[in-house]
């Protein structure tokens, strides 16, 4: 059975970081694609970046350019999304999904995996 769980959010003041964490466990398929998505309140989900094991890391969002970086941990099945200089409209609960995609997609009906979301609350 195939496990996602996220870790990492908090509630910080405009600027500050965060290392949001996913773990993906039983995941026993050749092509795994993990994607991080957001949804803020009132606001669709939406794909903010992926790590995918054929073709490396995708970022969707222009607004998060050069201030969030996807990496991964193998060996902890783990796939990190950090998270600085945050600005208010990161408000969002983040969500983690994992499927085994030959190649990233920004759309979570590829997804058959997700974690519960982690609660991430900027304060200007």
């Known amino acids: 059975e195939v496990q996602v769980a996220e870790s990492g959010g908090g509630s910080v003041q405009a600027g500050g970081s965060l290392t949001l964490s996913c773990t993906v466990s039983?995941?026993?398929?050749?092509?795994?694609?993990v994607t991080w998505f957001r949804q803020a309140p009132g606001k669709e989900r939406e794909a903010v970046g992926c790590?995918?094991?054929?073709?490396?890391?995708?970022y969707y969002l222009y607004s998060v350019e050069g201030r969030f970086t996807i990496s991964s941990d193998n060996a902890k099945s783990s796939v990190y999304l950090q998270v600085n200089g945050l600005k208010p409209e990161d408000t969002a609960v983040y969500y983690c999904?994992?499927?085994?995609?030959?190649?990233?997609?920004?759309?979570?009906?590829?997804?058959?995996?997700w974690g519960q979301g982690t609660q991430v609350t900027v304060s200007s």
């Open positions: 999904a994992a499927d085994s995609l030959t190649r990233c997609s920004e759309y979570h009906y590829y997804y058959d995996y």
């Open positions: 039983g995941f026993t398929y050749d092509d795994r694609t």
């Open positions: 790590i995918n094991s054929n073709h490396g890391i995708t």
